[in-house]
C-alpha cells in the first residue's frame, strides 16, 4: 500500500526534475521560434511566407517553428478554406474576425486598407498611385466584403472610408490582448521559465522568462490588433 | 476532539493531556533548545502507536536526524525507515514553498483524512522562501490550513536575536496562525545553562501558564522536570529499576505497546539507570516514561 509519507517525498521532490525537464523541453527554448511567436502576436492571422519574408528565414524553417508553436499550444492555426494561418492562443477569435484579419495578410489589401485608415475618403485613383495597381480591384473586393471599409458612390468617383470590422477589432483589441497575456502568463508559469512582465513604451508588454542561464525577452501588443499591419 | 501523546516526557499533563489531532503546533527555540529532539520524539511516539510519520527537513541531512534520534533512546529508528511508516522529506525552503503553492492543494485533497505525524524542521526557510510578509503570511496560513488535514502537524522556528523576545516577523506570523505554540527558552551563555519551557497557547485546552524546567538527557531526549523533591539515592536506582521493568512488562499488553515500543523502552531505562551526569536524576525521568505511555499504577 502506498503511504502517505512516501507519496509526499515523491511529489516534493519531483518539481526539481519537472523543473529543468520542462524548461528544456519548452517550444520557447529556440531564438528564432521565439521570433517567430512575436510576429504571430503582433500579426494576427498572418501566413507562415509572409513571416518567412519578414524574419528573413526560409519557408519551410517558419512552418517548422510554426507547426511546434501549435502543438505546444501557444499558437493556434485557424482552418480557414485553403489557406493556413496562425494567431496566438487565447484570443478567442470569432470566425468573421478570423476571416477579416486573413484578409490582411495580401501586402495590396494592407497597403490599401492603411491608406484609406490615413486618408478616409480616399479615391480608387489615389489607391492605385499608393498601391499595386494589379491586385487593387480584388484588394478592394475582399476588404469590403469582409467590413474593412465601406465606399461611397460620389458623383463619378468612388471614396472609400474605414468600414464597421476596424472599429469593433480595435475595440475589443485590448480585452482580447489582456486574456492572451493572461494565458500566456500561466503558460510561460507552467513551463517554469519564471516570466515577469513590465509594461514598455509604446503599449508594449515585455515579458523576461529564464532557464538555467539563459535569459530571453518576449515583447507581445497590449491595445492593437492591427497596428504593426497598417 | 481527540488527544494525542507528544512523545516528550513530562509534557502531556502540561498540555490538558496531549495535543489536538489535527491541530498544528509551532516549536520555538534558539540553537540547541531541542527543536529537532523535540520533533523526533513527537514521531516516535506516533510511530509506536502505528500511525505514519512524515519528517520534512530544510537543514539537517536526514542520517544526522537518525544518529541524534537514536543517542536519544530512539534505538529502532531505522527500522521505521524500513518499513516506509516513517519518511524524510529532504528539501529546500523554495522547493518546498514551490510545492506549497503548485502542489500541496492537490495532494491534500488526495490524502484528506489521513492522520499522520508531520513535522517540518525548521520552518524557518520556507518563510524566507517569500520576501513580502503579507506573501510569507498567506503561505504559512495555507500550509498550515491544509496539512491539518491529513495529520497533525508540528513546525520548529529558529528564535533568532535576544532570546524571550518573539518579535521578529517570522516568528510572530507561524504563532498567530498555529493553533499550539510551545517555547523552548533555552539560555546557553547562563552558568548552567538554564532550560525552560511555556506552553504559549493551546486552543481549545487548559494548558499550563508558567515555565517549566526541561532537560536533555541521553536515552530518553527532551523531558519537563517536576517541582524539584529531594534527588533519589543512588542507592535506591537497583530498586526502582527493577519496578520500572516490572511495571513495563506487566502493563505493556494493556496499553497495546508493541514488541518493539517495549524493547525501546528497556533500552531507555538502561541509558537512564546509567545515568551520571549533571543533576538529572534518572528516577524522575523513569517516571516521566512510564506516565508518557500510561503505564503508571
Same mark, same amino acid.
Given at each position: 500500500?502506498?503511504?502517505?509519507?512516501?507519496?509526499?517525498?515523491?511529489?516534493?521532490?519531483?518539481?526539481?526534475?519537472?523543473?529543468?525537464?520542462?524548461?528544456?523541453?519548452?517550444?520557447?527554448?529556440?531564438?528564432?521560434?521565439?521570433?517567430?511567436?512575436?510576429?504571430?502576436?503582433?500579426?494576427?492571422?498572418?501566413?507562415?511566407?509572409?513571416?518567412?519574408?519578414?524574419?528573413?528565414?526560409?519557408?519551410?524553417?517558419?512552418?517548422?517553428?510554426?507547426?511546434?508553436?501549435?502543438?505546444?499550444?501557444?499558437?493556434?492555426?485557424?482552418?480557414?478554406?485553403?489557406?493556413?494561418?496562425?494567431?496566438?492562443?487565447?484570443?478567442?477569435?470569432?470566425?468573421?474576425?478570423?476571416?477579416?484579419?486573413?484578409?490582411?495578410?495580401?501586402?495590396?489589401?494592407?497597403?490599401?486598407?492603411?491608406?484609406?485608415?490615413?486618408?478616409?475618403?480616399?479615391?480608387?485613383?489615389?489607391?492605385?498611385?499608393?498601391?499595386?495597381?494589379?491586385?487593387?480591384?480584388?484588394?478592394?473586393?475582399?476588404?469590403?466584403?469582409?467590413?474593412?471599409?465601406?465606399?461611397?458612390?460620389?458623383?463619378?468617383?468612388?471614396?472609400?472610408?474605414?468600414?464597421?470590422?476596424?472599429?469593433?477589432?480595435?475595440?475589443?483589441?485590448?480585452?482580447?490582448?489582456?486574456?492572451?497575456?493572461?494565458?500566456?502568463?500561466?503558460?510561460?508559469?507552467?513551463?517554469?521559465?519564471?516570466?515577469?512582465?513590465?509594461?514598455?513604451?509604446?503599449?508594449?508588454?515585455?515579458?523576461?522568462?529564464?532557464?538555467?542561464?539563459?535569459?530571453?525577452?518576449?515583447?507581445?501588443?497590449?491595445?492593437?490588433?492591427?497596428?504593426?499591419?497598417? | 476532539?481527540?488527544?494525542?501523546?507528544?512523545?516528550?516526557?513530562?509534557?502531556?499533563?502540561?498540555?490538558?493531556?496531549?495535543?489536538?489531532?489535527?491541530?498544528?503546533?509551532?516549536?520555538?527555540?534558539?540553537?540547541?533548545?531541542?527543536?529537532?529532539?523535540?520533533?523526533?520524539?513527537?514521531?516516535?511516539?506516533?510511530?509506536?502507536?502505528?500511525?505514519?510519520?512524515?519528517? $520534512?527537513? %530544510?537543514?539537517? !541531512?536526514?542520517? @544526522?536526524?537518525?544518529?541524534?534520534?537514536? *543517542?536519544?533512546?530512539?534505538?529502532?529508528?531505522? /527500522?521505521?525507515?524500513?518499513?516506509?511508516?516513517?519518511?524524510?522529506?529532504?528539501?529546500?525552503?523554495?522547493?518546498?514553498?514551490?510545492?506549497?503553492?503548485?502542489?500541496?492543494?492537490?495532494?491534500?485533497?488526495?490524502?484528506?483524512?489521513?492522520?499522520?505525524?508531520?513535522?517540518?524542521?525548521?520552518?524557518?526557510?520556507?518563510?524566507?522562501?517569500?520576501?513580502?510578509?503579507?506573501?510569507?503570511?498567506?503561505?504559512?496560513?495555507?500550509?498550515?490550513?491544509?496539512?491539518?488535514?491529513?495529520?497533525?502537524?508540528?513546525?520548529?522556528?529558529?528564535?533568532?536575536?535576544?532570546?524571550?523576545?518573539?518579535?521578529?516577523?517570522?516568528?510572530?506570523?507561524?504563532?498567530?496562525?498555529?493553533?499550539?505554540? $510551545?517555547? %523552548?527558552?533555552? !539560555?546557553?551563555? @547562563?552558568?548552567?545553562?538554564?532550560?525552560? *519551557?511555556?506552553?504559549?497557547?493551546?486552543?481549545? /485546552?487548559?494548558?499550563?501558564?508558567?515555565?517549566?524546567?526541561?532537560?536533555?538527557?541521553?536515552?530518553?531526549?527532551?523531558?519537563?522536570?517536576?517541582?524539584?523533591?529531594?534527588?533519589?539515592?543512588?542507592?535506591?536506582?537497583?530498586?526502582?529499576?527493577?519496578?520500572?521493568?516490572?511495571?513495563?512488562?506487566?502493563?505493556?499488553?494493556?496499553?497495546?505497546?508493541?514488541?518493539?515500543?517495549?524493547?525501546?523502552?528497556?533500552?531507555?531505562?538502561?541509558?537512564?539507570?546509567?545515568?551520571?551526569?549533571?543533576?538529572?536524576?534518572?528516577?524522575?525521568?523513569?517516571?516521566?516514561?512510564?506516565?508518557?505511555?500510561?503505564?503508571?499504577?
Amino acid at each position: 500500500m502506498r503511504k502517505l509519507g512516501q507519496a509526499l517525498k515523491q511529489v516534493v521532490s519531483e518539481p526539481v526534475e519537472t523543473e529543468r525537464g520542462a524548461a528544456a523541453r519548452s517550444v520557447l527554448m529556440n531564438a528564432n521560434r521565439r521570433r517567430v511567436f512575436e510576429y504571430v502576436a503582433w500579426h494576427p492571422c498572418c501566413a507562415a511566407a509572409e513571416i518567412a519574408h519578414a524574419l528573413d528565414v526560409s519557408g519551410p524553417t517558419a512552418a517548422w517553428h510554426l507547426r511546434k508553436l501549435a502543438e505546444a499550444g501557444y499558437v493556434v492555426e485557424p482552418v480557414l478554406g485553403r489557406a493556413r494561418r496562425y494567431h496566438v492562443a487565447g484570443m478567442a477569435l470569432e470566425p468573421n474576425e478570423l476571416g477579416g484579419l486573413a484578409a490582411l495578410a495580401d501586402e495590396t489589401a494592407r497597403s490599401a486598407l492603411a491608406a484609406i485608415v490615413q486618408r478616409p475618403g480616399v479615391t480608387t485613383r489615389d489607391l492605385a498611385d499608393r498601391t499595386d495597381r494589379a491586385g487593387l480591384r480584388r484588394a478592394v473586393r475582399t476588404l469590403a466584403a469582409a467590413g474593412w471599409i465601406s465606399t461611397v458612390v460620389d458623383g463619378r468617383f468612388r471614396r472609400y472610408y474605414p468600414g464597421p470590422t476596424l472599429a469593433a477589432i480595435e475595440r475589443s483589441a485590448p480585452r482580447r490582448l489582456r486574456d492572451f497575456r493572461r494565458r500566456l502568463l500561466r503558460r510561460l508559469e507552467r513551463d517554469w521559465l519564471a516570466p515577469e512582465a513590465r509594461p514598455a513604451p509604446g503599449d508594449v508588454l515585455e515579458i523576461d522568462i529564464r532557464f538555467g542561464g539563459v535569459k530571453a525577452t518576449l515583447r507581445v501588443p497590449t491595445e492593437s490588433l492591427l497596428r504593426s499591419r497598417l | 476532539m481527540r488527544k494525542i501523546k507528544s512523545g516528550v516526557y513530562g509534557l502531556n499533563a502540561l498540555m490538558d493531556g496531549g495535543i489536538n489531532e489535527h491541530t498544528t503546533t509551532v516549536v520555538i527555540g534558539s540553537p540547541g533548545a531541542g527543536k529537532t529532539t523535540f520533533a523526533t520524539q513527537y514521531l516516535r511516539r506516533g510511530l509506536e502507536d502505528g500511525e505514519d510519520a512524515v519528517f $520534512i527537513t %530544510l537543514d539537517e !541531512a536526514p542520517q @544526522e536526524i537518525i544518529k541524534n534520534a537514536k *543517542l536519544m533512546g530512539w534505538e529502532d529508528a531505522e /527500522s521505521y525507515l524500513e518499513s516506509g511508516n516513517l519518511v524524510f522529506v529532504d528539501a529546500g525552503g523554495k522547493q518546498f514553498s514551490n510545492f506549497i503553492r503548485r502542489e500541496l492543494s492537490d495532494f491534500v485533497r488526495e490524502w484528506e483524512g489521513h492522520d499522520a505525524r508531520i513535522v517540518i524542521d525548521p520552518l524557518t526557510p520556507v518563510l524566507w522562501s517569500v520576501k513580502e510578509k503579507y506573501e510569507q503570511r498567506e503561505l504559512v496560513s495555507f500550509l498550515l490550513r491544509q496539512t491539518r488535514r491529513i495529520g497533525t502537524v508540528l513546525c520548529t522556528l529558529e528564535e533568532h536575536g535576544v532570546v524571550g523576545d518573539l518579535s521578529a516577523p517570522e516568528l510572530i506570523i507561524p504563532m498567530y496562525l498555529g493553533d499550539n505554540v $510551545i517555547h %523552548l527558552r533555552y !539560555a546557553s551563555h @547562563e552558568h548552567p545553562e538554564k532550560r525552560e *519551557l511555556k506552553i504559549i497557547k493551546c486552543r481549545n /485546552s487548559k494548558h499550563s501558564r508558567s515555565w517549566h524546567p526541561y532537560g536533555i538527557v541521553k536515552g530518553a531526549g527532551l523531558f519537563v522536570q517536576r517541582p524539584k523533591e529531594p534527588v533519589a539515592g543512588r542507592a535506591n536506582r537497583g530498586k526502582v529499576e527493577a519496578e520500572v521493568r516490572a511495571i513495563l512488562e506487566k502493563l505493556a499488553p494493556e496499553s497495546k505497546l508493541n514488541a518493539k515500543a517495549l524493547a525501546s523502552l528497556h533500552h531507555t531505562v538502561d541509558s537512564l539507570v546509567a545515568e551520571t551526569a549533571g543533576d538529572v536524576d534518572p528516577l524522575e525521568v523513569l517516571a516521566l516514561v512510564l506516565e508518557e505511555y500510561g503505564l503508571e499504577e
